[in-house]
T-cell receptor, first 111, second 115 residues
Framework: GQQVMQIPQYQHVQEGEDFTTYCNSS?????IQWYKQRPGGHPVFLIQ?????EVKKQKRLTFQFGEAKKNSSLHITATQTTDVGTYFC???????????FGTGTRLKVLA | DTGVSQDPRHKITKRGQNVTFRCDPI?????LYWYRQTLGQGPEFLTY????????KSRLLSDRFSAERPKGSFSTLEIQRTEQGDSAMYLC?????????????FGPGTRLLVL
């Protein structure tokens, strides 16, 4: 079945350093969504990418969707302690409404 | 607050008992999802409703799991004859009408512990 993997699984950075998480799907995705989940919280929607090669920015966050629509990345510039949490990508399975979430990247930011 | 709400927030039950969870989506959101999340893992899709119709259901769901959304508003998820492996966070999310692939707004979840 369809799988969505993320690397790295964990990342510890010093405050101010950059951070990148990569998302790879075994199948082509019609769109990809990114979510952030704080410890003890629920996933919160960050952004959706739809077009091949699309790049979107939200302040210090940059999201990319691969040309083949099978991979995506999230880059955070100059991390802050408020960026702590687990970042998940998610994509629909074969044009259905069944969303497959990635394995997640847990980010810790050391002050 | 008009976000997604779930009830109860925590549930402890003994193996073999039945449990039912409720989800109230954001008003006028016609799409509703149920997910299960275990520690250190991403949310795992269980089922999807569009209005009152259950359009998608994971094959991971055994016959012990059933979900309803009778009037296209709130939804319930029932687990019969609970097993220890059912212990997890059960998350509900809703999405507004619109084009394919809308934002999913998650509720706070119901944490289930099966003893």
């Amino acid at each position: 079945g369809q799988q969505v993997m993320q690397i790295p699984q964990y990342q510890h950075v010093q405050e101010g350093e950059d951070f990148t998480t990569y998302c790879n799907s075994s199948t082509t995705l019609s769109n990809i969504q990114w979510y952030k989940q704080r410890p003890g919280g629920h996933p919160v929607f960050l952004i959706q990418l739809v077009k091949s090669g699309e790049v979107k920015k939200q302040k210090r966050l940059t999201f990319q969707f691969g040309e083949a629509k099978k991979n995506s990345s999230l880059h955070i510039t100059a991390t802050q302690t408020t960026d702590v949490g687990t970042y998940f990508c998610a994509g629909p399975y074969s044009g259905t409404y069944k969303y497959i979430f990635g394995t997640g990247t847990r980010l810790k930011v050391l002050a | 607050d008009t976000g997604v709400s779930q009830d109860p927030r925590h549930k402890i039950t003994k193996r073999g008992q039945n449990v039912t969870f409720r989800c109230d989506p954001i008003s006028e959101h016609n799409r509703l999802y149920w997910y299960r999340q275990t520690l250190g893992q991403g949310p795992e899709f269980l089922t999807y409703f569009q209005n009152e119709a259950q359009l998608e259901k994971s094959r991971l769901l055994s016959d012990r799991f059933s979900a309803e959304r009778p009037k296209g508003s709130f939804s319930t998820l029932e687990i019969q004859r609970t097993e220890q492996g059912d212990s997890a966070m059960y998350l509900c999310a809703s999405s507004p009408r619109g084009s394919y692939g809308e934002t999913q707004y998650f509720g706070p979840g119901t944490r289930l512990l099966v003893l």
